[in-house]
């Protein structure tokens, strides 16, 4: 992973970021306050990182490794976009209920990184403790799995960041 990315994943997966931001919930059992997919693709020989991720607060960001100067793209939104809080939310709801299914870590510790193009990892953060499941990215699109939803909401936010990306770029044309 280049440092540019590196360092927006380290920021989304410590709660320990969002400590003194008003109005955090904390959601289930484990008091979950973020949630994030993050996939691994191949790019010509070469792996790149894309993670989607939101908190409990409406918050959501949709960061890629890219071959642009800096190595990042990204979206940010959230906030007056109802439908994307809406997704974003479900995420992080669904997510919360399936922490008895995942890794978990110590807060702060890093989550490792999808271990091969093809694979997802599923993760749920909170004050604790940093959660995720990694599974190939066929397994997770099947409705039978539990983890489907997680992830099915995700791919809605990403089509709901592309939908608000086109409204800019139409107000501004």
């Known amino acids: 992973m280049n440092k540019a990315y590196t360092n927006m994943r380290t920021f989304?997966?410590?709660?320990?970021?969002?400590?003194?931001?008003?109005?955090?919930?904390?959601?289930?059992?484990?008091?979950?306050v973020a949630a994030g997919v993050e996939m691994a693709l191949d790019d010509s020989k070469q792996i790149k990182h894309v993670l989607i991720a939101t908190n409990s607060l409406g918050d959501s960001s949709f960061y890629y490794e890219n071959n642009s100067p800096s190595g990042l793209g990204g979206l940010i939104g959230g906030h007056g976009n109802e439908p994307l809080q809406e997704a974003a939310a479900?995420?992080?709801?669904?997510?919360?209920?399936?922490?008895?299914q995942m890794t978990?870590?110590?807060?702060?510790?890093?989550?490792?990184?999808?271990?091969q193009a093809g694979y997802v990892n599923l993760i749920a953060v909170s004050k604790e403790s940093?959660?995720?499941?990694?599974?190939?990215?066929?397994?997770?699109?099947?409705?039978?799995?539990?983890?489907?939803?997680?992830?099915?909401?995700?791919?809605q936010v990403v089509g709901l960041f592309q939908a608000q990306q086109q409204q800019t770029f139409s107000a501004n044309a």
């Open 12 to 32: 989304w997966l410590d709660a320990k970021n969002m400590e003194n931001r008003k109005g955090i919930i904390e959601i289930g059992p484990d008091k979950i």
């Open 104 to 115: 978990k870590l110590p807060t702060g510790a890093q989550v490792p990184a999808p271990s």
């Open 130 to 155: 940093v959660f995720y499941k990694e599974m190939p990215e066929a397994e997770a699109r099947k409705q039978e799995n539990p983890f489907y939803p997680v992830f099915a909401y995700s791919q």
């Open 90 to 100: 479900r995420m992080l709801a669904h997510v919360s209920k399936l922490t008895d």
